[in-house]
């Protein structure tokens, strides 16, 4: 036992008995009149030496009840006083409840056969059935309150591991609700820099440009990009609030991603708001000389999970903003095909001195790109090549997205030429 110092309770018990001891003595109340009037004060010993014992119920049991067996004996010899007897019993009871795990589990079965044994031997040899009684007393004074301790023990032991195991889920729960906290808000923050800082980053490179130039066409068409772009980031901005006080649904008022045909809105984009995205990347690429093409094989696949498309298409969304931002003039070139149960996604554009304004760059795009692709057991790769056809370098995203064996269907293909605007990309890099 770690304890050294007797418990405040076993100093009490100690000074009980001893005073009830004395008190007993002094009144004759010896279980054993005749020779309680032999032996007189000496009786007082063996109810020293238990009371002494009880000072070790807790700290040392064992070494407590071996001290009380041998003062219980003195006691009888000596016409025993009930006070001794007394704290003897709970001398076997602290040594079950507190001792060791095997020596008090094997307390019931030697106090029950010693028990038997001195109750046959008591009537073997007086031939009486008072020899009885001295068993059944006997076993009231030690297979009694060892079975007590033992149970108590048990009760005591199941709550402590019920107690740990409350601990243990009350910290797993903690975990995982950190966990879900530090998840929650890495989608938050992906989701503010492929949408909204994107939006954010058009209206710094087209305001850059019409500051710039003093064609006021040219400056007509920045401010037009600017005003669509902050338009769309100010919607994209109330439908994440919307999302953020889980108003139970997309936050009224929301434009989402638009389909392939410009119109239709989403909160979800897919797959198929490719060809406007791409589209709206060539509108803000013209000024940089930059025009985009689109191979999209993916629909021979079939229907994808919702979590893919959703990945594919913010990955392309963040290549394209970066090419937009970044990339020399030359053909940005945009391929999706399924193979091997995994949607392959790769953006090319041309490496060299960009036309397009500069603007800051955290390099948080690169990060969100692989955060997606790992969350969905995919890989992730981004970064410079030199072609073999001597195209020249080229800057590569390449994303590989799990989504189960292909099916068949149909091929769509789409080319957007810069038509002379100004629009930008959805996010940066």
Do not use: K
Request: net charge neutral.
């Amino acid at each position: 036992m770690s304890r050294r110092r007797p418990h405040r309770d076993d100093l009490v018990i100690c000074g009980a008995g001893l005073a009830a001891g004395v008190v007993s003595w002094r009144l004759g109340l010896y279980n054993d009149p005749t020779a309680g009037a032999r032996w007189g004060a000496l009786v007082l010993v063996p109810l020293a030496v238990m009371a002494g014992a009880e000072l070790l119920r807790r700290i040392a049991p064992l070494l407590g009840l071996g001290l009380g067996v041998l003062a219980l004996v003195a006691d009888v010899a000596t016409g025993s006083l009930l006070v001794t007897v007394v704290m003897f019993s709970d001398l076997v009871y602290a040594a079950a409840c507190y001792g060791p795990r095997r020596a008090a589990r094997a307390l019931v079965p030697v106090s029950a056969a010693c028990s038997v044994a001195v109750t046959v031997g008591v009537l073997v040899l007086m031939r009486r059935p008072e020899a009885l009684v001295i068993g059944a007393v006997l076993a009231l004074v030690t297979l009694a309150p060892a079975s007590s301790g033992l149970l108590v023990r048990s009760h005591r032991e199941a709550a402590d591991a019920e107690r740990l195991r409350a601990e243990q889920t009350a910290l797993l729960a903690e975990m995982d609700r950190t966990q879900a906290v530090a998840a929650e808000r890495a989608r938050v923050a992906r989701e503010l820099h492929d949408v909204v800082a994107g939006h954010l980053s058009a209206i710094a490179i087209h305001a850059t440009a019409a500051l710039s130039r003093e064609e006021a066409e040219t400056r007509q068409r920045a401010l037009g990009v600017i005003r669509e772009n902050s338009t769309q980031g100010l919607a994209e901005m109330r439908r994440l609030i919307g999302i953020l006080r889980e108003a139970g649904g997309p936050a009224t008022g929301a434009v989402g991603d638009r389909g392939a045909d410009g119109a239709g809105e989403r909160v979800a984009p897919t797959l198929d708001g490719l060809a406007a995205l791409v589209a709206r990347a060539g509108r803000g690429g013209a000024a940089a000389g930059l025009r985009f093409v689109l191979d999209d094989d993916a629909a021979r696949s079939g229907p994808l999970p919702a979590p893919v498309e959703l990945a594919a298409y913010r990955v392309v969304q963040e290549a394209l903003a970066n090419a937009v931002r970044h990339a020399a003039p030359g053909t940005v070139r945009v391929g999706l095909r399924v193979a091997d149960g995994a949607l392959l996604v790769s953006v090319r554009s041309p490496l060299g001195e960009s036309r397009s304004p500069r603007v800051a760059s955290a390099g948080a795009g690169l990060i969100g790109m692989a955060e997606r692709a790992e969350l969905l057991g995919g890989t992730f790769s981004a970064g410079p090549e030199r072609a073999v056809d001597g195209s020249g370098p080229a800057w590569w995203v390449r994303v590989s997205l799990p989504v189960g064996g292909p099916s068949p269907g149909a091929a769509r293909t789409t080319e957007s030429e810069a038509p002379g605007g100004a629009g930008a990309g959805e996010a940066d890099g």
